[in-house]
């Protein structure tokens, strides 16, 4: 069984960074789609970033300002977000697709971005 727990969600101001970690029970990366999608009050869930086998995908809207990444060794996916702005705000959701053991979420982590 697969379980994933988020971390590193909490109040900055605009322009400045957080980082984002979801560590794994089970080492699956190297066999799963990973990503990070987020949910703001009142609207749907959206992907901002995955990552399989070393290719990633972003949002256009973080583009260039946030990195996915993730440490095998310490089964720990990361989502670096920089220039934070205030349409940033919202849950964040860690999310395994893995072909042998299904789909996994996290809690999620709120972020806040606020003066």
């Known amino acids: 069984q697969v379980q994933l727990l988020e971390s590193g969600g909490g109040l900055v101001q605009p322009g400045g960074s957080l980082r984002l970690s979801c560590s794994a029970s089970?080492?699956?990366?190297?066999?799963?789609?990973m990503g990070w999608y987020r949910q703001a009050p009142g609207k749907e869930r959206e992907l901002v970033a995955s990552?399989?086998?070393?290719?990633?995908v972003f949002a256009d809207s973080v583009k260039d300002r946030f990195t996915i990444s993730r440490d095998n060794t310490r089964k720990t996916l990361y989502l670096q977000m920089n220039i934070l702005k205030p349409e940033d705000t919202a849950v964040y959701y860690c999310?395994?697709?893995?072909?042998?053991?299904?789909?996994?979420w996290g809690q999620g982590t709120q972020v806040t971005v606020s003066s």
């Open positions: 999310n395994v697709d893995s072909p042998i053991y299904g789909v996994y």
């Open positions: 990552i399989r086998s070393g290719k990633t």
């Open positions: 089970i080492n699956i990366f190297s066999e799963s789609v």
